[in-house]
């Protein structure tokens, strides 16, 4: 499957660097989103966005921060990051954010934060 | 708090046997989808059901949504050692946008 790619698959920083994440889709969506899981919550939704637009942020702290250049990319930007953010982040895409459409997941960045 | 509550957390079955994952919402859901995640993949999108007491078959797995619309379940009948992974339930609450996921259900089989 290649509709939601994602980059880097695996990524080690140190807590003082900063790196970004990019997720694109191929499948013409207006919606896309961010998730962490980890083993101690699943699936936890980070941010939405649609139309570009940032719909939601789920308390997530500021060492992350989403960018959303449009409806194809999304891009999250990390700095200061604490070892407890080492998770698996994956990015996914709606056709639209309404109407219960199902969500195509990227292969997932695994994070280590050293 | 977690909205959609999904058990067991994990389950083992012998290849063959019959396995059941259930998923509970304390409000009522516009829909419900399931996923499957195999080990080290990403989910993938298995179904989705939108009508009160709904029931759908794919092969060996069969879905069904509750009457209230705040349950469901997923049955896998003679299970395969394809079917190991972590199964997510994610329903839509009624009036909101947002699509909120189960913890999963974790399924290894011994073949």
């Known amino acids: 499957e290649t509709g939601v790619t994602q980059t880097p698959r695996h990524l080690v920083m140190g807590m003082t660097n900063k790196k970004s994440l990019k997720c694109e889709q191929h499948?013409?969506?207006?919606?896309m989103y961010w998730y962490k899981q980890s083993a101690k919550k699943p699936l936890e939704l980070m941010f939405v966005?649609?139309?570009?637009?940032?719909?939601e942020n789920n308390s997530v702290p500021s060492r992350f921060s989403p960018e959303c250049p449009n409806s194809s990319h999304l891009f999250l930007h990390l700095h200061t990051l604490q070892p407890e953010d080492s998770a698996l982040y994956l990015c996914?895409?709606?056709?639209?954010?309404?109407?219960?459409?199902?969500?195509?997941f990227g292969p997932g960045t695994r994070l280590t934060v050293t | 708090g977690q909205q959609v509550m999904q058990i067991p957390q994990y389950q083992h079955v012998q290849e063959g046997e019959d396995f059941t994952t259930y998923c509970n919402s304390s409000?009522?859901?516009?829909?419900i989808q399931w996923y499957k995640q195999r080990p080290g993949g990403h989910p993938v999108f298995l179904i989705q059901?939108?009508?009160?007491?709904e029931v759908k078959k794919q092969k060996r797995l069969t879905f069904q949504f509750g009457e209230a619309k705040k349950n469901s379940s997923l049955h896998i009948t003679a299970t395969q050692t394809t079917d190991v992974g972590t199964y997510f339930c994610?329903?839509?609450?009624?009036?909101?946008?947002?699509?909120?996921f189960g913890q999963g259900t974790r399924l290894t089989i011994n073949p």
């Open positions: 996914a895409s709606s056709l639209l954010l309404e109407g219960g459409r199902e969500q195509y």
């Open positions: 499948l013409g969506h207006n919606a």
């Open positions: 966005y649609n139309f570009k637009e940032q719909t």
């Open positions: 409000t009522t859901l516009s829909n």
């Open positions: 059901l939108v009508k009160s007491g």
């Open positions: 994610a329903g839509r609450i009624q009036g909101a946008q947002k699509l909120v």
